[in-house]
């Protein structure tokens, strides 16, 4: 699992948020990129079990253990989009190692 977020990103969500403390998590949508029928959601939720963490900019990024399975074998990149103001998420899948 690894999780790439770009400066851009993380000031779209001190500057849209006003948070500190981002949870990273699958929601069920009826559409997806990498799970058919969920798509990446966030909130600002103080977190209770920590499978990963990141810190960008003084921006905690975390996912619950218990949501860990929507991340692994894949690197889920956030990154800002000039050309429409808004944060743009891509996946890319990565060989898992045995």
């Given at each position: 699992?690894?999780?790439?977020?770009?400066?851009k990103a993380a000031k779209w969500f001190t500057n849209e948020f006003?948070?500190?403390?981002?949870?990273?998590?699958?929601?069920?949508?009826?559409?997806?990129?990498?799970?058919?029928?969920?798509?990446?959601?966030?909130?600002?939720?103080?977190?209770?079990?920590?499978?990963?963490?990141?810190?960008?900019?003084?921006?905690?990024?975390?996912?619950?253990?218990?949501?860990?399975?929507?991340?692994?074998?894949?690197?889920?990149?956030?990154?800002?989009?000039?050309?429409?103001?808004?944060?743009?998420i891509t996946f890319k899948e990565t060989m898992a190692i045995n």
């Amino acid at each position: 699992m690894l999780i790439s977020i770009d400066e851009k990103a993380a000031k779209w969500f001190t500057n849209e948020f006003e948070i500190n403390t981002v949870r990273m998590f699958p929601q069920y949508s009826g559409f997806g990129e990498k799970h058919k029928g969920f798509s990446l959601a966030f909130s600002a939720e103080a977190p209770s079990n920590v499978g990963f963490t990141k810190e960008i900019n003084g921006i905690n990024f975390y996912v619950e253990g218990n949501d860990v399975w929507f991340f692994e074998d894949t690197e889920t990149c956030l990154s800002f989009n000039d050309d429409i103001n808004e944060i743009q998420i891509t996946f890319k899948e990565t060989m898992a190692i045995n």
